[in-house]
């Protein structure tokens, strides 16, 4: 399935971003069943895991995240999101959202200290 990542951009330490994972051309009763996950990769390191939610909902996060970042997800719209609180500079990466067969394209997340 297609999927497009959108919200990033170049935020202050303490700082707020939502970022978007959308798939136009999935069909909803198919999206539903959807796991998704969201990945980040900074330069120099490897693609890490930041959040999962499963097709009923059920949340999971990297610990350095936990408590700042919320993944929720809206299947009448077919996207996932991820509310990112308190940004901090070791958040900057470009990040990736993951669906059962496919990766969206990435968005640049900069925090400046």
Do not use: H
């Not at 999971?60 to 991820?82: A, C, E, P």
Request: proline share 4%.
């Amino acid at each position: 399935v297609q999927l497009q990542a959108s919200g990033g951009g170049l935020v202050q330490a303490g700082g707020s971003l939502r970022l978007s994972c959308t798939a136009p051309r999935a069909i909803f009763s198919t999206f539903m069943d959807y796991d998704m996950e969201w990945y980040r990769q900074a330069p120099g390191k490897q693609r890490e895991l930041v959040a999962g939610i499963t097709s009923r909902g059920i949340t999971n996060y990297v610990d350095s995240v936990k408590g700042r970042f919320t993944m929720s997800r809206s299947n009448s719209k077919k996207t996932v999101y991820l509310q990112m609180n308190n940004l901090k500079p070791e958040d900057t990466a470009v990040y990736y959202c993951r669906g059962p067969d496919s990766w969206g394209q990435g968005t640049q997340v900069t925090v400046s200290s």
